[in-house]
């Protein structure tokens, strides 16, 4: 009974110790990673708030296009 | 009871109060991550959501603007279409526009101003006249035209 018990505690013991920690070690490396991931993956929409003035800008490059024409044809007439 | 079932018990009672430990810790963990990948996810979402139109907008944009490029190119051919009877009056000094160039009667010194005469079409004009007229209806703004 007592060589039973001595190899519970020094062998079977320290086995699952040892197994639980190769799994927990890589769950603690996914939690760090994926926090990093959060801090710098959740910043990406203020960055592309800029990407709503390409209406703008579209809008603006008509205007543009039409104030074009009308200068290539005053050139035509000066011309 | 014997001290050997005691020690047994204390001793499966470490092993049981260590996995649970392990568990417990690698399911505080993973719902920390659902947490976290939840927010990422919500972000991503929103920038998808935001950079849906973005190509098409960019493609508008970038259509428009080969088109104000064909128009300058276009009106700047023109142009220099319209000079180059000037030009061929430097390089030819024999044609018609040699007679025009040298009347004293010219606001600007007979170089083909509005002033001047205007030249009897020679050579030149007869091929820009052949030339096919440039494709004025491009664009988005001739539409309604």
Redesign the interface.
Same mark, same amino acid.
């Given at each position: 009974?007592?060589i039973?018990?001595a190899i519970?505690?020094l062998v079977?013991?320290p086995a699952?110790?040892i197994i639980?920690?190769r &799994?927990?070690t890589p769950?603690?490396e996914?939690?760090a990673y /994926?926090?990093d991931?959060?801090e710098h *993956?959740?910043q990406?929409?203020p960055h592309?708030g800029a990407?709503?003035e390409?209406?703008t800008?579209?809008d603006l &490059?008509?205007e543009?296009?039409?104030d074009?024409?009308r200068y /290539?044809?005053a050139?035509?007439r000066v *011309? | 009871m014997?001290l050997?079932?005691i020690?047994?018990l204390i001793?499966?009672a470490?092993?049981v109060i260590?996995?649970a430990g392990?568990?417990i810790?690698?399911a505080l963990?993973?719902k920390?991550?659902v947490d976290?990948?939840t927010?990422?996810l919500g972000?991503?979402q929103?920038?998808t959501e935001?950079?849906q139109p973005?190509g098409a907008?960019?493609d508008?944009?970038n259509r428009?603007?080969d088109?104000?490029r064909k128009?300058?190119e276009?009106?700047v051919e023109?142009?220099e279409e319209?000079?180059a009877p000037v030009g061929a009056q430097a390089e030819e000094p024999s044609s018609r526009h040699a007679v025009a160039e040298s009347a004293p009667d010219t606001v600007g010194g007979g170089s083909g101003t509005a002033t001047a005469a205007p030249p009897a079409p020679g050579d030149v004009d007869a091929d820009r006249f052949d030339q096919p007229a440039p494709e004025r209806k491009r664009?988005?703004?001739n539409r309604d035209a």
């Open positions: 009974m007592w039973g018990d519970f505690l079977v013991i699952v110790v639980l920690r &799994v927990l769950a603690v996914i939690g /994926v926090e991931i959060t *993956g959740a990406f929409a592309l990407l709503s390409l209406t800008t579209r &490059v008509k543009v296009n039409a074009l024409e /290539v044809r050139l035509e *011309g | 014997e050997a079932h020690v047994l001793a499966v470490i092993a260590a996995i392990h568990l810790a690698v963990i993973l920390r991550v976290n990948l927010v990422v972000a991503v929103a920038v935001t950079a973005v907008v960019i508008e944009i428009d603007l088109s104000g128009l300058i276009n009106g023109r142009l319209g000079r664009g988005w703004f």
